[in-house]
Structures are given as structure tokens and as C-alpha cells.
């Protein structure tokens, strides 16, 4: 099975000293978001966790950590844009986590590490032809260390609606401009880009619109073949692999305006004081009379001689 750690928070740049506590403890313990009172347990176990799926804006607090996550194979996706302190008032300058990127690729390895540049969107400040000029910079700095770009345009969730309200949809024209662009630049350096729940309408500019995190991008990072269960690997916008995430929504101390993991800065304060590094859960402990589950985990790995 995969292991995700990044679809509600970000534990590496906010929690890593609490998830390397739950990977020398062997297990974590996570509530379901929309029920509360179902706690499941996950063996952090590398006979049955296949891979680790990381995604971040700020890899550096896990730095340090990675020779004792050897064990693990991983797979990364970070996060990095143009935007400054007004859209992403936590996040570390861009310089820097490319830096980092550059460190945890050399690593992990290429094939083990993605970048991520979403969500796009399009402001006075932040215009097309400023994404279009900052992105061939990027890939200039970060060319050879990964080959693969992840895009996607703002979805305007209510929660975004509520803590970007100025945001509006970036139009086809624009999405069509972007999309064609960045295809041609990634070329120039050697970086697929890749589409994120967009549909298909940039695939013929060259865009990968297979999804992001699929079966073949964990194959390869983990060099083996996987037998993914069907239900665990579609959603309607594309063929990606979910996993389990074990993280919490209403953690993430960014404080993007963009987030649509967190509701409100009061609930991140709130769970950030109750966060423990040595509980089980990200948030809070078992209160008495709750119930663990133990969750069903198999690994996926198919056992045929492999082409990676």
C-alpha cells in the first residue's frame, strides 16, 4: 500500500519530528476527517507500506531524516511557485526551496521527486506572462533534478472563496496559454509537465493529462510493478493513486490563501496547540472509550521480474 502524508497538511515542512517518532514507533493513528470517532491504525512498516508519498512547500525540516527513511521507498512532490509573502506568508523563499529541492533529489533520486507549480492563478500581480517568465527560471534552476512538472488552475472551493475572495477562475484562454507555454519550456530542460484534474483540453499543447501521482509514477520511484486495488486508485478527474493520508485538515501552518485544507486560522491555531510529537494521532490523543481499528494493509508490489 502507499502511504500518503500530504492531501491535508504539510508534515514535513510542520510535524516532522512526529513523524519520524510514529516511523521508529512502527504505527500511527489517524481519525477520518468526516468521522471523528473512527480511528484507524496504519503499520508504518516497509513489509507492507510500498512507498511514502510526500508532498510539501518546504522539505527542509526532513532533510536531516532521510538516510533513517532509507528503509522506505518515497516518492516527493514539492511545491514550489512564484508567489511572495502575500499569497504564501510561511512558505520560505523560493530560492531556498529550490535549494532543498536540488539536496533531496540528489538523494532520492529523479525518478523519486516532482515538482508541483499550483495552483495557478492570474492576478494584476501575478499575470500570465510573470508565471510564464518565473516558471522557464525555475526550470533553468532545476533542470536535472526532476522530470516532472505538476500544473493546476485555482479551483475556487468555499473555503478559498472565503480566504481568497479577490481569486477568480482562470479563463480557458488563459489555461490554454499557460498550459501551451510551460509544455514548450519544460521541453527545452527536460521536465514533462503534467496536468492536475484538469481534463484533456491541453494534452493536444503537449501536457501530460494522465494524472499526477499514478501507478507509473510509483512504479517507478519503487522500481517494481504494483497490483493496485481498483478502489483505492480512480477519482473522476483523473487515474491518481490516493492512498491513505494520514495527516489532518485545519494543520497547515502556510496559511496560503489559496488552502482548501484549512477552514480558518482560529482551527489551525487551535490544533497546533494541541499538537503532541509523541502522541499517535497529528492532533490531540485516544480519549477514553474510543475504539482503534486496524486497518487491512497488504503490500502491491507484483512479484514479475521488472523492467525499471
Given at each position: 500500500m502507499i502511504i500518503n502524508t500530504g492531501m491535508r497538511t504539510d508534515i514535513p515542512a510542520f510535524y516532522s519530528e512526529w513523524f519520524m517518532n510514529r516511523i521508529r514507533e512502527g504505527y500511527v493513528l489517524v481519525r477520518n476527517?468526516?468521522?471523528?470517532?473512527?480511528?484507524?491504525?496504519?503499520?508504518?512498516?516497509?513489509?507492507?507500506?510500498?512507498?511514502?508519498?510526500?508532498?510539501?512547500?518546504?522539505?527542509?525540516?526532513?532533510?536531516?531524516?532521510?538516510?533513517?527513511?532509507?528503509?522506505?521507498?518515497?516518492?516527493?512532490?514539492?511545491?514550489?511557485?512564484?508567489?511572495?509573502?502575500?499569497?504564501?506568508?510561511?512558505?520560505?523563499?523560493?530560492?531556498?526551496?529550490m535549494q532543498d529541492f536540488i539536496t533531496l533529489s540528489s538523494s532520492v533520486g529523479v525518478n523519486c521527486i516532482g515538482w508541483r507549480y499550483d495552483p495557478i492563478f492570474v492576478d494584476s500581480t501575478y499575470t500570465m506572462e510573470r508565471h510564464i517568465s518565473d516558471f522557464k527560471k525555475m526550470c533553468n534552476t532545476l533542470s536535472g533534478c526532476t522530470q516532472v512538472c505538476v500544473i493546476s488552475f485555482i479551483d475556487l472551493y468555499e473555503k478559498v472563496k472565503r480566504?481568497?475572495?479577490?481569486?477568480?477562475?482562470?479563463?480557458?484562454?488563459?489555461?490554454?496559454?499557460?498550459?501551451?507555454?510551460?509544455?514548450?519550456?519544460?521541453?527545452?530542460?527536460?521536465?514533462?509537465?503534467?496536468?492536475?484534474?484538469?481534463?484533456?483540453?491541453?494534452?493536444?499543447?503537449?501536457?501530460?493529462?494522465?494524472?499526477?501521482?499514478?501507478?507509473?509514477?510509483?512504479?517507478?520511484?519503487?522500481?517494481?510493478?504494483?497490483?493496485?486495488?481498483?478502489?483505492?486508485?480512480?477519482?473522476?478527474?483523473?487515474?491518481?493513486?490516493?492512498?491513505?493520508?494520514?495527516?489532518?485538515?485545519?494543520?497547515?501552518?502556510?496559511?496560503?490563501?489559496?488552502?482548501?485544507?484549512?477552514?480558518n486560522r482560529e482551527n489551525v491555531r487551535r490544533n497546533i496547540q494541541l499538537h503532541d510529537p509523541s502522541s499517535s494521532f497529528l492532533v490531540g490523543t485516544l480519549r477514553e472509550g474510543?475504539?482503534?481499528?486496524?486497518?487491512?494493509?497488504?503490500?502491491?508490489?507484483?512479484?514479475?521480474?521488472?523492467l525499471f
Open positions: 476527517p468526516y468521522r471523528p470517532d473512527w480511528i484507524t491504525r496504519y503499520e508504518l512498516d516497509p513489509e507492507v507500506v510500498d512507498c511514502l508519498a510526500f508532498c510539501t512547500k518546504n522539505p527542509a525540516p526532513m532533510l536531516k531524516h532521510l538516510n533513517e527513511l532509507k528503509r522506505f521507498h518515497q516518492y516527493w512532490f514539492v511545491t514550489i511557485t512564484p508567489y511572495g509573502k502575500d499569497i504564501e506568508p510561511n512558505v520560505p523563499s523560493k530560492e531556498q526551496v480566504n481568497f475572495p479577490q481569486a477568480r477562475t482562470v479563463t480557458p484562454q488563459e489555461r490554454i496559454a499557460i498550459g501551451k507555454a510551460f509544455a514548450e519550456i519544460g521541453q527545452l530542460y527536460g521536465i514533462t509537465i503534467k496536468a492536475c484534474a484538469e481534463g484533456n483540453d491541453l494534452e493536444q499543447y503537449g501536457v501530460d493529462c494522465n494524472g499526477c501521482m499514478t501507478k507509473e509514477t510509483f512504479e517507478a520511484a519503487i522500481g517494481s510493478y504494483l497490483d493496485i486495488p481498483k478502489k483505492k486508485s480512480q477519482r473522476a478527474e483523473c487515474s491518481c493513486v490516493l492512498g491513505t493520508d494520514i495527516g489532518a485538515y485545519d494543520t497547515c501552518g502556510h496559511l496560503c490563501k489559496y488552502c482548501y485544507a484549512n477552514y474510543e475504539v482503534i481499528h486496524q486497518a487491512e494493509q497488504v503490500s502491491w508490489i507484483n512479484g514479475q521480474l521488472s
